[in-house]
């Protein structure tokens, strides 16, 4: 996939630009051409020759230079590559990006390009959960910009937490999904629920549950790189919409099943929403007073949307996957639920308070199949999304040519 492939990598600065040399190499030995911008931080890090000796190709580093400018402009150095790679990712230049800023050779090149930019955050954990930068995060992300890590670990700084640079093999891997080209799920089409459902009770109150819709999005937006044509039914959720993808926003569960009917016919359903159990029977139509005391609330069970795609007839997916959040007995409690709603794959996690997974960004999960049950280590939302939707490539691909 990498043969004849054009990167540009910028290195901005942190001691995690040692391992871009790394990345440099087995970018090369796959066949990419690597043309490296390195910043004034990147540089305190890795030498200029260094990288110049691994890539096989002048480095750049100066906005006004007039030589470099003669021989390639920023704009050329960031339109002539299928992808611009951002690794290490500082909070600095992630802050410059979001703001559209361009004060130097790589936060200009990376506002003149017109390719696809994917970013390998590397900082102190505190730096990682300041709202500054989740804020700038976000807007990235509503930008189209694709994102690889940060994992969680020791850090050079000394301390321990999320923020460290995610490992060469796996900044590989995110690029060889980034590069446009054929892909996986070309030509599949895909349907993700995502986020809570809202219940009314009246006007202004209602029933629904603690998701965050991040791991639904995110794989909405892996299908979506894997080049499937996907449809995203998300309840309420403050996660932006995944680059490329089709989002239809509902409140309730009855809104969500109707939109995931007219979505029909997919060859990939995932429900990853937290869709309410139940809802108010009768609604009120104007706000309830408390001097009444507590109101009896008459509730009557939502349609099971896992449970219909899985029994839709000559309209069913080829691949139905359900998700389980349980807090106790979790594998026991997922096999059993496979078997009743009818679905082909259970996806199922621990969403006790213990373990942050409900509005956290990590998840650790078992992918419940006919064949067993797999345990997958913890790991960023993005990377379990990233390998289910990988997964369901190869069923797809597998069911085709059987």
Not at 342 to 351: E, R
Request: hydrophobic share 45%; aromatic share 2%; glycine share 8%.
């Amino acid at each position: 996939m990498l043969d004849g492939k054009r990167i540009l990598l910028i290195i901005s600065g942190g001691i995690a630009a040692y391992k871009s040399l790394e990345l440099i190499r087995r970018l090369r030995e796959r066949g990419a051409g690597v043309r490296c911008v390195l910043s004034a931080g990147g540089a305190e890090f890795v030498t200029p020759l260094s990288v110049a000796s691994l890539s096989g190709e002048k480095v750049y580093s100066e906005l006004f230079s007039l030589t470099d400018e003669s021989e390639m402009g920023h704009i050329r150095l960031s339109r002539e590559v299928d992808l611009v790679v951002v690794a290490p990712a500082s909070a600095d230049l992630l802050a410059k990006m979001a703001a559209g800023l361009a004060d130097d050779l790589a936060s200009t090149a990376l506002l003149a390009t017109d390719k696809p930019v994917l970013v390998a955050p590397a900082m102190n954990a505190r730096m990682w959960e300041h709202p500054a930068t989740k804020r700038n995060l976000r807007t990235l992300e509503a930008d189209g910009v694709l994102r690889v890590g940060p994992e969680a670990g020791d850090l050079a700084c000394g301390e321990e937490g999320e923020g460290r640079m995610a490992e060469p093999a796996q900044i590989l891997a995110a690029i060889e999904q980034a590069l446009p080209g054929e892909r996986p799920l070309g030509g599949k089409r895909a349907l993700v629920t995502s986020g809570p459902t809202q219940e009314a009770i009246d006007p202004v109150r209602y029933i629904s549950s603690r998701s965050s819709g991040k791991q639904g999005h995110a794989i909405a937006a892996a299908c979506a790189r894997l080049g499937a044509d996907v449809t995203l039914v998300s309840g309420p959720t403050s996660q932006p919409d995944p680059a490329g993808v089709r989002v239809v926003r509902i409140e309730s569960a009855a809104e969500m099943h109707a939109a995931c009917e007219q979505a029909l016919p997919v060859d990939v359903a995932v429900c990853a929403a937290a869709v309410a159990d139940w809802r108010v029977a009768r609604p009120r139509g104007h706000k309830v007073k408390k001097d009444g005391g507590p109101p009896k609330l008459e509730l009557v069970e939502n349609a099971d949307i896992l449970a219909a795609l899985s029994a839709a007839g000559n309209r069913r997916p080829t691949l139905v996957v359900g998700f389980a959040a349980e807090t106790e007995k979790v594998v026991k409690n997922a096999v059993a639920k496979r078997a009743r709603k009818g679905c082909d794959w259970i996806v199922a996690n621990d969403v006790s308070p213990r373990t942050g997974t409900l509005g956290g960004d990590r998840n650790a999960v078992h992918l419940i199949t006919a064949d067993g049950v797999e345990r997958w280590p913890e790991m960023s939302k993005a990377a379990v999304a990233e390998r289910l939707a990988a997964r369901v490539a190869e069923h797809l691909a597998a069911a085709r040519d059987a």
